[in-house]
């Protein structure tokens, strides 16, 4: 079992800034934080889920939605066992649970954070 937990969620104002962490642990043998991408998710309201942004093992490769290109940046520290979105410019439209995960057979999800940005 992977286990993932995000947080850093808030309200924001727009324009404003936020930074969630995705902090990874695992109780099976075989699981290595730094062996496996990371990615970042979210559900707004009413919506589905939309992938938002995932970061490569070594954390040099990393690949954005269009809708958050050039606000949002992802980074992981495999010394910590964690994952970082960091927010910039924030709009409305980001409002959304935002979950992170990662595929080790099975994909497995964090319980999510939500980010509300509303002035």
């Known amino acids: 079992q992977v286990q993932l937990v995000e947080s850093g969620g808030g309200l924001v104002q727009p324009g404003g800034s936020l930074i969630l962490s995705c902090a990874v642990s695992s109780s099976v043998s075989g699981f290595t934080f730094s062996s496996y991408w990371m990615t970042w998710v979210r559900q707004a309201p009413g919506k589905g889920l939309e992938w938002v942004s995932s970061?490569?093992?070594?954390?040099?490769?990393?690949y954005y939605a269009d809708s958050v290109k050039g606000r949002f940046t992802i980074s992981r520290d495999n010394a910590k066992n964690t994952h970082y979105l960091q927010m910039n410019n924030l709009k409305p439209e980001d409002t959304a649970v935002y979950y992170c995960?990662?595929?080790?057979?099975?994909?497995?999800w964090g319980k999510g954070t939500l980010v509300t940005v509303s002035s």
């Open positions: 995960n990662t595929r080790y057979g099975s994909t497995y």
């Open positions: 970061i490569n093992s070594g954390g040099g490769t990393t």
